[in-house]
């Protein structure tokens, strides 16, 4: 994925999102409701897609208007 991208994940029985090329960007859930709505709003604000990993499936990836490859 591309630096800027937020990647929301289950991690250890709870769910994060990290925001690609900054680990010091990173928040935890306990739910995946939360986790999504506010990865997705991070994303927003930072300009990158949302990628929701959801164990064993093919990650969900929505795209931010404005979002460019390698931004």
Known sequence: MTRGDVHTREAHGRWESVVEGRPDLRWVY???????RHGAQVADTVGGAH???RGGTSPD????????DGA
């Open 30 to 36: 306990e739910g995946e409701k939360d986790a999504v």
């Open 61 to 68: 990836v929505h795209d931010v208007p404005g979002h460019l």
């Open 51 to 53: 990628v929701v990993e």
